[in-house]
Each structure stands twice: as structure tokens, then as C-alpha cells.
């Protein structure tokens, strides 16, 4: 069977590998395609007919004598839509496709993920996005400024809602819960949130509340966060891929974040398999987030600052909002903006409870810091 061409249709999914094999890039190509889409990479049968093979198999960019030639390098393979119902399959079912059966083949020892064109995937956009928060918070011009909640576990809601209190009185824009607050007992979200309703009712302020969960409860944890009258939701990577898109498509008013915290396990450059951090960025696009923490430069986390401003323009040209995270303070504040511009959101955890006079004065500063 030929699965070579010179050009992804516009009914594919164009993804981009990069790939070692102890055999070749060819073998290597075709076992990706066919393995991923039609069958057995080796074995064939009688009911892969043409018209079969031509309409669901996954097609190879290039050509079979080039890549026979090496074994490390890009693989360009194109992956029929028909093979998804994406209203129901959706990210979830696209990454058991793109990343799937071909890491157990054994002469495949690298493979990784670089890129996907979303341009021919339906796309969920955000419910506010840049624009929107902006808007909601009445910042223009400059930075958002973030600030997260600690202790991350072990306060009761009287006390939480005393933090809330001083963050939005030092000027914060949006409040976040820590990804590892979820709906314990003692301060769980029926109990939390009346008190952080009341405290933000008429200010300029988003609440993001995290609802880690298993599938079904992230839904009803959505709802209740809606119903207890809070704007904004923070779910965190293990709640699955796919769950940014289940929440979106229930259309609530409710600003959504994406956490990243333990993505490396995917993302890391280190490991010979594994999805580049760009390549889940462009998925939560199209699920609909309004902000996502997209990384940090100069923190305790840096990543190198032409990668990060490539996703910070990525997102921002879809109306998605990056955050930086991972060691922000008021003193990073002006040069982060300096070399990425005003459009992210400066999500701040420890600087905001340092200061020697308390969490209303670190708040200040930082606002500060983005203000002048």
C-alpha cells in the first residue's frame, strides 16, 4: 500500500514527530500510520480494501526512499478526520491516536510529539479570554496581576475568605486556588464559596476555585461553582486532557484555567517519548480555556524566553490568556514585561505572603511594580 504523499490534505490532522528507530524512518513512518489508523503495522488482511485504505489510513509526508535512509529525524503524518466523531471522541481520543500503540514497538526508541496544526480541527473558544477578563477585571494596558492562595491546605472558609479579603483590597485582578486545594471536608466548595460570593459580589475580581476530580464530579463541581454564584473554575492537567473541553461545552459563565503543574511527565525535552508543552497548549486552545499557565521566565522556573514568547503569541492570538508562574515577584514583574509585553497574567504565590507587613502590602507592591 502507498499511504506516501507530497501534501496533507485539509481533511487531515497534520502532526509532527520527532523520531529514532533502530531500523529506519520509513519502517518506522509506517508502523505510526498504519498502526494508527487502519490495523496491525505489519499484518495485513483481506478487508483493507483501496477505497478503505485511501479514505482511514494515516498518510506519510515525503518520500519512502529519503526516510529509508535514516533513522532519526521529523516524521510528517496526516490523520483523517473521519476517524474521530469529534463531538464525542474530541482530545481525548486524538492524543490515544497521536500518541498511542507505536511506543511499544520495539525498534521505535524515540518519539515525540512536536507539533499540530489545529487549523482543520473544530475549535471551543474561550468564554471570555483576554479580551473578556480584561473587561471583567477593568484592566487595560498592562499585566493582570494573579495572586494564589497559602497555605495550600488546612484552612478552614472563614479563614480563606480573610486571605480573599486582603489580596482584593491590595489590588488583585484574579484570586486562584492552589491545584492541590480540591473539595476536602473541612473546606469544601459548598461550604467555601458563599463565603468567597459575598466577598467578591460587586468587585472587579475573578475567583478561580480549583475542582480537581475524577470525569463526572468535574461536571457537578463546574455546576456548583456556577450555582454557588463564584466566576471562575482551575483544573489542573490530571484531571484529564479532555476535560477543559467537557467543562466548555457546558457554557457556564465561568473563566476557566488550565494548571499545568506535572506536565513534565509529558513535556519534558528528556524523555524519548512524549508531547512538546506547544502541542498542549494548541489542544487546550481549541477546549476552550481562557487561561492556562504557559510557563515562567527568570523565576524558579525559566524557560528559555524565544520558546515561551513562540506559546505566549500562540495563545494570545486565540484570545487565551498565558499566566507566569513559578516564582513571580515584584521585582521580576517590570522585566518579564519589558521582554513579552503587558498581555499575560502574573500569577504570584510566595511574594504574596513574605512581606513584613502582611498580604494587603505584598498585594500592593506587586501592583505596584505592574502599575508604574
Known amino acids: ?22 531500523k529506519n524512518l520509513s519502517i518506522a513512518a509506517e508502523a505510526i500510520a498504519i498502526g494508527q489508523s487502519i490495523g496491525n503495522p505489519s499484518v495485513r488482511n483481506e ?39 469529534w463531538d464525542e471522541d474530541g482530545v481525548s481520543q486524538l492524543l490515544c491516536m497521536i500518541q498511542g500503540g507505536q511506543l511499544d514497538i520495539d525498534h521505535i526508541v524515540k518519539c515525540r510529539v512536536t507539533d499540530i496544526d489545529i487549523t482543520n480541527l473544530p475549535m471551543l473558544k474561550p468564554k471570555f479570554g483576554l479580551s473578556g477578563i480584561r473587561e471583567l477585571t477593568k484592566t487595560y494596558d498592562r499585566p493582570l496581576l494573579g495572586c494564589i492562595l497559602k497555605p495550600k491546605t488546612g484552612l478552614r472558609p472563614k479563614e480563606l475568605s480573610l486571605l480573599v479579603k486582603e489580596m482584593i483590597a491590595g489590588g488583585a485582578n484574579i484570586i486562584k486556588e492552589d491545584e492541590i486545594l480540591g473539595s476536602p471536608s473541612y473546606c469544601n466548595l459548598e461550604s467555601r464559596l458563599p463565603y468567597i460570593r459575598d ?98 521566565w527568570g523565576g524558579y522556573l525559566s524557560d528559555d524566553p524565544v520558546y515561551l514568547k513562540n506559546i505566549m503569541d500562540t495563545l494570545t492570538s486565540h484570545n487565551v490568556v498565558p499566566a507566569l508562574s513559578c516564582g513571580m515577584n515584584a521585582t521580576l514583574i517590570p522585566q518579564v514585561t519589558a521582554k513579552f509585553g503587558v498581555d499575560y497574567l502574573a500569577n504570584v504565590g510566595g511574594a ?21
Not at 1 to 22: A, C, F, G, L, R
Not at 224 to 242: A, K
Not at 352 to 372: F, Q, S, W, Y
Open 1 to 22: 500500500m502507498n499511504i506516501y504523499i507530497n501534501e496533507i490534505p485539509t481533511d487531515h490532522i497534520k502532526v509532527t514527530y520527532q523520531v529514532t528507530s533502530t
Open 352 to 372: 504574596c505572603h513574605t512581606h513584613p507587613d502582611g498580604i494587603k502590602a505584598a498585594v500592593r507592591e506587586l501592583r505596584n511594580a505592574i502599575d508604574r
Open 199 to 296: 466577598i467578591i459580589q460587586d468587585k472587579n475580581v475573578v475567583y478561580l476555585t480549583c475542582i480537581n476530580s475524577n470525569p463526572d464530579k468535574l461536571i457537578e463541581k463546574s455546576s456548583t461553582v456556577r450555582m454557588l454564584g463564584v466566576n471562575g473554575i482551575h483544573i489542573n492537567i490530571w484531571s484529564g486532557l479532555g476535560s477543559y473541553a467537557a467543562v466548555r461545552n457546558k457554557n457556564y459563565p465561568l473563566v476557566m484555567h488550565y494548571q499545568k503543574s506535572g506536565d513534565k511527565i509529558l513535556t519534558n525535552i528528556h524523555n524519548p517519548y512524549g508531547i512538546d508543552w506547544i502541542v498542549l497548549c494548541k489542544l487546550a486552545i481549541i477546549s476552550g480555556i481562557d487561561t492556562i499557565h504557559a510557563g515562567m
Open 47 to 85: 478487508f483493507e480494501s483501496p477505497e478503505l485504505v485511501s479514505n482511514h489510513s494515516a498518510k506519510i509526508l515525503g518520500d519512502k526512499n529519503e526516510l529509508s535512509k535514516i533513522t532519526d529525524g521529523e516524521i510528517i503524518i496526516g490523520y483523517p478526520l473521519v476517524n474521530i466523531n
